[in-house]
């Protein structure tokens, strides 16, 4: 089984910030792109940031030059580091990753419960 537990949301003022970590764990073989997804009230889930395993990063238009994504593979876990934040940054942040278990037998997609970002004064 494999679990990814996020943490590091909470109440910010505009402006602020916060850095979101995942770590994933489990009957791990290795795990190929990580990633963060947000869902705001009434409106689908979204990409915020992705990152490869070689690193490549590619982020959703509204976080580009303000969120930086980043992983520890020795860890296993990934990093949103997020600067001044904005109210419609308010949602709940997921984590996804693209694993494969079972000494690599077996591969899919695994998501978080997710992690509360508000953001108002």
């Known amino acids: 089984q494999v679990q990814l537990v996020e943490s590091g949301g909470g109440l910010v003022q505009p402006g602020g910030s916060l850095r979101l970590s995942c770590a994933a764990s489990?009957?791990?073989?290795?795990?190929?792109?990580m990633g963060w997804y947000r869902q705001a009230p009434g409106k689908q889930r979204e990409l915020v940031a992705t990152?490869?395993?070689?690193?490549?990063?590619n982020y959703a238009g509204s976080v580009k030059g303000r969120f930086t994504i980043s992983r520890d593979i020795a860890k296993n876990t990934v990093y949103l580091q997020m600067n001044s934040l904005k109210p419609e940054d308010t949602a709940v942040y997921h984590c996804?990753?693209?694993?494969?278990?079972?000494?690599?037998?077996?591969?899919?997609?695994?998501w978080g419960q997710g992690t509360q970002v508000t953001v108002s004064s």
């Open positions: 996804n990753a693209d694993i494969s278990t079972t000494g690599g037998a077996v591969r899919g997609d695994y």
């Open positions: 990152i490869t395993r070689l690193g490549s990063t």
């Open positions: 489990g009957s791990i073989f290795r795990i190929y792109a």
